[in-house]
Structure formats: structure tokens, C-alpha cells
């Protein structure tokens, strides 16, 4: 039986008591830490790296949106909260669920199938690594752009824009900037599976579809999203380094 490390974040001493009560019935589930505000879960994370977090929503200065967005990739996360206007907001994001406080035992047992459904899934959980190591293909990361959130994995990611100040993010039809710079995101994902290809841009090497020569000693590379990403003649050397035999 797999353990599942867990936190659990709230700002209401009572709610987190209650939630912790409950979870005592599940062998499966061990509560590691508990926060009451965001900067202190972030701490907490970082130290434990859990494999779950039963997060609220609406907490003092910052939101447990707030606390997905500063984390270097995303967990597994069972939202919970005293307004249900939020859960259109939650389920959007591929949260694993979402839970109306005062919490009812039956709705927490479904939450709880729906974390051990995933993690004993083929397409497993995605591995935690909230250091400073480099996020591999498994993991997911939390993307805020004004109201809209997403998790998503870096594998469907097939490309990073460089715009200003931020980063455009390419998945799906979604375009969603972050407020990172291409040169701190390079540093964190995994040169075997992404690419810098110029300065402006990143691109996802399982996402290639085609190759051309290009001017001046570049290549022109055609994602199978659509999208033409020129690789500059100094990164076209290191770019057929890496993909010849």
C-alpha cells in the first residue's frame, strides 16, 4: 500500500482539526504538516514534498491559488472551501476535487478514491519535486493568467515565448502568460526534453514534426502544433549535437 504523504492548508484552525480528524480513518493518508497561511505552507512544502494537498481557497493576503502559482511545479490537490464559486474555477484546472466546508465524510471518501485512482493509474501522479532540481516530463506545473488556471504537464507544453517581462506558455489553445523569464524557466527544465532555441524562444523536442535548413547556417523547426521556430545558426550546432547519434 502506497503512503501518501500529506499537507493540509487552511487558515481555520477548527477546519484543519476537523479535516485531520477525518483523514485518521484512511491508512493510506498520513497528515505530515498543517499551515494557516501561505507563506508558511510554502515553507512546509518545500521542506516535506507531499504527495497530496487538501488546500483552501480563500485565505488572509494570499489565496491558495496564489500558493499553486510559487511553486516550482504543481502536486496533487484536493481544494477545500466555504464557497462553492469557486468550483467551476477548480474543476477547470484539473484539480482532483473540491470540497464544501464543513466537510462530509462520504464527499471526502470520493476525493479520497479519486487520488488513489490517479496515483495507481498508469498515467501516474506526477512526481513531486519542489527543489531546485530540473522538472522532468512528469511533472506538472501551475500556470495562472488573470481568472483562468491551469495544471499542466510539461509534456504537453510544445513551446516558452519569450514577451517582456513574462513568458507565453503554448499548450493546447491556450496562450496564458507567466510572470518568469525564459532564461530562469530554462534553468529548471530538463535539456532532455526542451530546447532553447533562440533567445526568445523554448521548444519541446517531443513536439517536433519537421526540420528544414534555414539562412545563415539556421534550421527552421515545424512543431505539430503549427507553430515555425527558427533556431539560430549558433544553437543549430548545439541542436544537431544533441539529436545525432
Not at 515553507?43 to 500558493?67: A, N, R
Not at 532540481?133 to 495562472?144: A, I, N, W
Not at 532532455?192 to 519541446?204: D, G, M, P, Q, V
Amino acid at each position: 500500500m502506497n503512503i501518501l504523504r500529506a499537507i493540509v492548508i487552511d487558515d481555520e484552525r477548527l477546519a484543519r482539526l476537523e479535516l485531520k480528524s477525518l483523514l485518521k480513518k484512511y491508512d493510506d493518508i498520513e497528515v505530515v504538516e498543517e499551515a494557516g497561511n501561505v507563506d508558511e505552507a510554502y515553507e512546509k512544502i518545500i521542506k516535506h514534498q507531499p504527495d497530496l494537498l487538501f488546500l483552501d481557497i480563500q485565505m488572509p493576503e494570499k489565496t491558495g491559488f496564489d500558493l499553486l502559482e510559487m511553486l516550482p511545479s504543481a502536486p496533487n490537490v484536493v481544494f477545500t472551501t466555504a464557497y462553492d464559486d469557486f468550483a467551476l474555477k477548480a474543476f477547470e484546472i484539473n484539480a482532483l476535487d473540491y470540497l464544501l466546508k464543513p466537510i462530509e465524510p462520504r464527499r471526502l471518501e470520493e476525493a479520497i478514491k479519486k487520488v488513489r485512482k490517479k496515483v495507481e493509474s498508469k498515467e501516474a501522479a506526477p512526481t513531486q519535486n519542489f527543489s531546485t532540481e530540473k522538472l522532468s516530463e512528469t511533472d506538472q506545473v501551475f500556470v495562472k493568467d488573470g481568472d483562468k488556471c491551469w495544471f499542466v504537464k510539461l509534456l504537453d507544453i510544445s513551446l516558452f515565448e519569450s514577451d517582456g517581462n513574462y513568458v507565453k506558455v503554448y499548450f493546447e489553445n491556450n496562450r496564458p502568460l507567466i510572470h518568469r523569464s525564459l532564461n530562469a524557466l530554462d534553468e529548471r527544465l530538463d535539456d532532455k526534453l526542451f530546447f532553447r532555441a533562440s533567445r526568445k524562444y523554448i521548444i519541446n523536442l517531443k513536439w517536433i514534426d519537421n526540420i528544414e535548413p534555414w539562412f545563415n547556417g539556421g534550421l527552421m523547426v515545424s512543431l505539430k502544433d503549427g507553430q515555425k521556430i527558427e533556431i539560430s545558426r549558433r544553437q543549430a550546432a548545439k541542436f544537431k549535437e544533441r539529436l545525432s547519434l
